[in-house]
Nanobody
Framework: QVQLVESGGGLVQPGGSLRLSCAAS????????ITWYRQAPGKQRELVAT??????SYADSVKGRFTISRDNAKNTVYLQMNSLKPEDTAVYYC??????????WGQGTQVTVSS
């Protein structure tokens, strides 16, 4: 079973940037889709961005600001986040479709956007 570890979160001012990493324990070449999710305090977890084969998709709230990419050689999926807003504050998780269905989640990485 593949394990994913998120990193790269932190405190950033509004308008700033962060790059999150999702490192896999096995080759991600065979993992067709990986999705970034986020959960803000008191809110449900929501989908942020998905990379599936050669295609990407984004939540409307992050389109044009966030970019998801994958480096198969490094077994890592990235989420580049630009023009960050306070409402982007959340714990960010990456996951595969199977793990999501099973309700299996990693520790996530905290992103706080505040002046």
């Amino acid at each position: 079973q593949v394990q994913l570890v998120e990193s790269g979160g932190g405190l950033v001012q509004p308008g700033g940037s962060l790059r999150l990493s999702c490192a896999a324990s096995v080759s991600i070449f065979s993992i067709y889709a990986i999705t970034w999710y986020r959960q803000a305090p008191g809110k449900q977890r929501e989908l942020v961005a998905t990379i599936s084969g050669g295609s990407t998709s984004y939540a409307d709230s992050v389109k044009g600001r966030f970019t998801i990419s994958r480096d198969n050689a490094k077994n890592t999926v990235y989420l580049q986040m630009n023009s960050l807003k306070p409402e982007d504050t959340a714990v960010y998780y990456c996951n595969t479709p199977l793990a999501t269905m099973k309700g299996s989640w990693g520790q996530g990485t905290q992103v706080t956007v505040s002046s």
